[in-house]
């Protein structure tokens, strides 16, 4: 017998009509759905995120149908992009099927759906749906039985569950009836390309022939209405995400990661900075909350919320999206509490790992702009003395300007002022310049540089702070100003190249200071080493140690720079042992987003919590290369009680011990 079946066998071509009114409808539903939540998101600022289409369509088909960012959480994420790919699957094959009896039949009456296509179309449709369905069994049994802590559970998730098992079962039940009448007897070589749906026609069997069909029927309209419901329900609940995520997909930024706006100080229009309530975020701020599936990844990920502070990036999006929907002149920095917004260090892991291209450090950036430029508001007294000593000194010690550059007393170093020729401008940086353990690595710096015949000059007493940690608190007013007398020093220099040994340095100069005029190549100096050595300027004689690396959030997740940084350590002799969290998962120090200057005092300590990591690993050296994190260690180690057993070491300390002579 011919492999192949009818299409609407004991439902009748009569269904078609009414069929298609009736999906019609619910797609209707489903676009009003959506058409009335677009004044919600009209409540935000106008934000230009359809540039570069083409680039941005790619990227979401890409992201949508590889479910990249899902699969990064192994159990769940696994579940969920398989349960994907299986429902996909099957979506495909009802539009084959509708393909095949409605246009190419009546019209051509060519059959597409026959012969040893028709089987390995039965065959691979049968496994998905078996895929769909287990996978699914694995997120009902992790979300409602397991529970991981964080996880949010709602009346919706019950619900959404419940109708998605019954749109599989009554798939298969309406198979299995059709097969019991028409292939488990009559054709059973072909049954066998349908092994799922040749289980469940055991149920139907022992029926006589009316009663298999009167069942076929009955569960043919059921499911025909659950998958209706399916379709019209998506836009009223947490369904909506199908869309509301995949169309992320398409408005996540461009630019590169941790790129922040560059408010327009001098436009004397402007009377709020910052967001004080959700009409002082953009559209696609609001937009976020619609496609938040809160699967709490950014939550587990947080280093303050899992040292106990009151932060959870997924509450703080789904705040914003309640307060639009139900008060959107409120006081939006009330709602989400100051404590939340001051405890983020701004590493970026909620980003990182969000499957739904939230954005969630611009909103707090936001909400900070205004604690501090309309309210005068600071994490602490602490705080406030620092930012006064930036303004004032240009360092957040309160040390006079004229020392910033005594470090460098008796080193091969040109002070820029004399006109000398050189190389690279070194942008030390406030730590490096003025903290007594963090000298010691700028000084590593520089005889590694002159190892390499690298003629190195610096700013000294010019040098102001790169105004980083100030934005990161909401202080767009003091950044720009430090901004504009470094790049206004550094322009007339005519420098060609600068290096740092501070990611945040590193990030500010070569990514926000563009924003302002300065176009010079922007170099960290884990890379430019990395550089020396590959070209062989510098060689160093390697001595075998153990070693756990720690990923500093500004250089890993802002610049993906991972491999770099160990290849040194390896080439140095360092046997590296990896911490629990590494890499783009690595855990933040602390320090991020302004908190270098803050006191930490709610919680427990996330340096202490990362420093735990690095003494798991057995290593008795923890190497950096950030001064933030070399700082935020040496305090994690004494409060940690591992002194004596760990000890914090940067990677130019490493290096600079081993340069051949």
């Not at 298609?20 to 009003?32: F, N, P, Q, R, T």
């Not at 934000?47 to 680039?55: A, Q, S, Y």
């Not at 009802?94 to 051509?108: E, H, I, K, S």
């Not at 049994?141 to 098992?165: A, C």
Request: glycine letters at 8%; hydrophobic letters at 40%; aromatic letters at 10%.
């Amino acid at each position: 017998m011919q492999a192949t079946r009818e299409i609407y066998w004991n439902i009748g071509h009569g269904v078609v009509a009414p069929m298609y009114l009736l999906s019609i409808a619910a797609v209707g539903l489903l676009v009003w759905g959506f058409w009335q939540r677009l004044p919600l998101y009209r409540l935000g600022k106008p934000l230009v995120r359809c540039d570069r289409f083409e680039e941005r369509v790619k990227r979401m088909v890409a992201e949508v149908f590889s479910q990249e960012k899902i699969s990064r959480v192994k159990i769940g994420g696994l579940f969920h992009s398989f349960f994907f790919w299986g429902f996909g699957v099957l979506f495909l094959g009802t539009l084959l099927v509708m393909l095949q009896a409605d246009f190419l039949t009546p019209l051509t009456r060519v059959n597409i759906l026959s012969g040893g296509f028709y089987q390995a179309f039965s065959l691979v449709l049968d496994c998905a749906g078996l895929v769909a369905m287990v996978m699914l069994g694995g997120l009902f049994i992790r979300r409602f039985f397991i529970k991981p802590e964080g996880l949010e559970t709602t009346d919706d998730d019950y619900r959404i569950h419940i109708l998605l098992f019954a749109i599989l079962i009554t798939g298969f039940l309406i198979e299995g009836a059709r097969m019991a009448a028409t292939e488990v007897t009559q054709n059973p070589a072909l049954a066998r390309f349908s092994p799922v749906g040749l289980l469940f026609s055991a149920l139907f069997t022992s029926y006589d022939d009316q009663s298999i069909r009167t069942a076929h029927q009955v569960l043919w309209w059921t499911h025909f209405v659950l998958v209706l419901g399916f379709i019209a329900a998506i836009p009223y609940t947490k369904l909506r995400h199908i869309f509301t995520t995949s169309a992320n997909a398409f408005f996540a930024p461009m630019e590169p990661k941790g790129t922040i706006s560059t408010i327009n100080l001098e436009d004397e229009g402007v009377e709020q900075f910052g967001a004080a309530t959700v009409r002082d975020l953009t559209w696609k701020d609001i937009f976020d909350a619609d496609a938040c599936t809160s699967c709490s990844r950014c939550q587990d990920r947080c280093p303050a919320h899992t040292t106990e502070k009151p932060l959870s990036p997924m509450k703080l999006i789904k705040q914003i999206g309640e307060q639009a929907e139900t008060a959107p002149a409120g006081n939006l920095v009330e709602t989400v509490g100051s404590d939340a917004i001051w405890a983020c260090t701004t590493c970026r892991a909620c980003q990182d790992i969000c499957p739904a291209n939230n954005e969630h450090v611009n909103k707090i950036i936001e909400l900070r702009r205004n604690l501090t430029l309309m309210e005068g508001g600071f994490p602490g007294s602490e705080v406030k003395t620092a930012i006064e000593n930036i303004e004032v000194n240009g360092n957040p010690f309160g040390l006079t300007f004229a020392s910033r550059g005594d470090w460098a007393e008796g080193l091969p170093v040109t002070r820029m002022e004399s006109g000398a020729e050189v190389d690279i401008l070194y942008f030390v940086g406030c730590y490096a310049s003025f903290d007594k353990r963090n000298r010691e690595i700028a000084k590593s710096f520089i005889t590694i540089c002159a190892a390499a015949g690298v003629k190195v000059g610096i700013l000294g007493k010019e040098e102001k702070c790169c105004g980083e940690p100030a934005r990161k608190l909401g202080n767009e007013y003091l950044y720009q100003m430090m901004a504009a007398e470094n790049i206004e020093l550094i322009k007339g220099y005519g420098v060609k190249r600068i290096v740092t040994t501070c990611p945040h340095c590193f990030n500010t100069l070569s990514r926000d200071y563009r924003d302002l005029g300065l176009d010079v190549p922007v170099e960290h100096y884990s890379t430019y080493i990395h550089g020396l050595l590959k070209s062989g300027s510098l060689a160093i004689a390697p001595e075998t140690f153990d070693v756990t690396y720690h990923d500093s959030c500004y250089l890993g997740r802002y610049m993906d720079i991972i491999d770099q940084p160990r290849s040194i350590l390896q080439q140095a002799g360092g046997r590296i042992r990896e911490m629990e969290k590494s890499g783009y998962d690595s855990f933040c120090c602390g320090a991020g987003g302004g908190r270098i200057l803050a006191e930490e005092k709610l919680g427990t300590k996330i340096s202490e919590k990362r420093i735990r990591m690095a003494a798991d690993t057995g290593a008795p050296t923890l190497v950096s290369n950030c001064p933030f994190c070399l700082t935020m260690f040496e305090d994690g180690i004494k409060i940690g009680g591992v002194e004596g057993t760990l000890q914090v070491r940067d990677l130019a300390e490493i290096v600079a011990e081993r340069i051949k002579a």
